[in-house]
């Protein structure tokens, strides 16, 4: 690498740590953890962030979403059949409506496993991602 090129990879690299450490996801990372181990059960299950607030993933499909310390649950015809008394509202503006899972309902780690894997086994598998080319271009 060049100096330049350097000293212009440095000042990037510090400015995006500046941002990093300045953001913070609306939801709490303690509710994540904790309706990612209530539902450990329902098989692979993992947070990942996404847009300041957290995807929610069981074995590779993304079932859920953490938006506002809130739980939405991807709606299958499943996932209804197990959620009857559960409202619908969008995560966060211009979403399609969600399953809104009551904090009430949290602490019953069967019933929210339950509806983690029968949520998911509804769920398409994610399209695999296009490869992309690793071109590097000459400066």
């Given amino acids: 690498m060049f100096a330049g090129q350097q000293s212009r990879h440095s000042r990037v690299l510090s400015s995006l740590v500046q941002i990093a450490q300045n953001v913070t996801m609306a939801s709490d990372l303690k509710t994540v953890t904790f309706i990612v181990d209530q539902t450990s059960g329902a098989g692979d299950v993992r947070a990942k962030p996404m847009f300041g607030e957290y995807g929610i993933y069981c074995d590779g499909k993304m079932v859920a979403m953490i938006c506002d310390d809130q739980l939405f ?28 899972i009551d904090a009430e309902y949290w602490d019953d780690r069967d019933w929210l496993t339950e509806l983690f894997r029968v949520s998911a086994a509804a769920l398409p598998r994610p399209r695999p991602r296009a490869k992309r080319s690793s071109s590097t271009k000459a400066e």
Wanted: charged share 20%; hydrophobic share 30%.
């Fill in 73 to 100: 649950v991807k709606p299958t015809p499943a996932g209804r059949s197990i959620a009857r008394n559960v409202g619908e509202a969008p995560p966060y503006p211009g979403a399609k409506p969600c399953l809104l």
